[in-house]
T-cell receptor
Framework: DVKVTQSSRYLVKRTGEKVFLECVQDMDHENMFWYRQDPGLGLRLIYFSYDVKMKEKGDIPEGYSVSREKKERFSLILESASTNQTSMYLC?????????????FGEGSRLTVL | GQNIDQPTEMTATEGAIVQINCTYQ??????LFWYQQHAGEAPTFLSY??LDGLEEKGRFSSFLSRSKGYSYLLLKELQMKDSASYLC??????????WGAGTKLIIKP
């Protein structure tokens, strides 16, 4: 089974702190994604990556950056956390190439910024 | 703009059938996905439709009409464990996923 593991299920940070969210997948997937999920809204794409050291902005990249130094690991960084970044963050991966795009998700990291 | 609409919440009875609708307006279409998400858990893939018609997979079926911009997820013989949110997502012309806000399904005994 594909496993996508997110490093922290729950985090509480203060405004202005730097936050790292780590995501690791174990199925050699090419594509990795970071989404945020807020009540009443659909999943919103922050950043995605189709290859090592490659990154593309999603719909809401402002205030975030990412790093993909190894194929299996995709990190989301909040340089200076703000209260409007309080959310559930979901990492996902997919095979890549000509596949249908089925996503495999991690269990999420719920971030609260005070 | 691009838009996916699905009901916010639905309630059904154990053993019954429920249909969750999804309508979409997107720039292009390369397929529609349904995902299930239990509270506090990761979304998991249920189905993918790219051609018109009904795809059946056990108790779950998914239907697509591209001309109407419409899909539904049909759940039969409902079980308590089917209580979850159901997410509809469309792959647009740029192969980007556009997500609906999800339908929370409550199953009552």
């Amino acid at each position: 089974d594909v496993k996508v593991t997110q490093s922290s299920r729950y985090l509480v940070k203060r405004t202005g702190e730097k936050v790292f969210l780590e995501c690791v997948q174990d199925m050699d997937h090419e594509n990795m994604f970071w989404y945020r999920q807020d009540p009443g809204l659909g999943l919103r794409l922050i950043y995605f990556s189709y290859d090592v050291k490659m990154k593309e902005k999603g719909d809401i990249p402002e205030g975030y950056s990412v790093s993909r130094e190894k194929k299996e690991r995709f990190s989301l960084i909040l340089e200076s956390a703000s209260t409007n970044q309080t959310s559930m963050y979901l990492c996902a991966s997919s095979l890549g190439g000509s596949d249908t795009g089925e996503l495999f998700f991690g269990e999420g990291s719920r971030l609260t910024v005070l | 703009g691009q838009n996916i609409d699905q009901p916010t919440e639905m309630t059904a009875t154990e053993g019954a059938i429920v249909q969750i609708n999804c309508t979409y307006q997107t720039s292009g279409f390369n397929g529609l996905f349904w995902y299930q998400q239990h509270a506090g858990e990761a979304p998991t893939f249920l189905s993918y439709n790219v051609l018109d018609g009904l795809e059946e997979k056990g108790r779950f079926s998914s239907f697509l009409s591209r001309s109407k911009g419409y899909s539904y997820l049909l759940l039969k013989e409902l079980q308590m464990k089917d209580s979850a949110s159901y997410l509809c997502a469309v792959l647009d012309s740029n192969y980007q996923l556009i997500w609906g806000a999800g339908t929370k399904l409550i199953i009552k005994p």
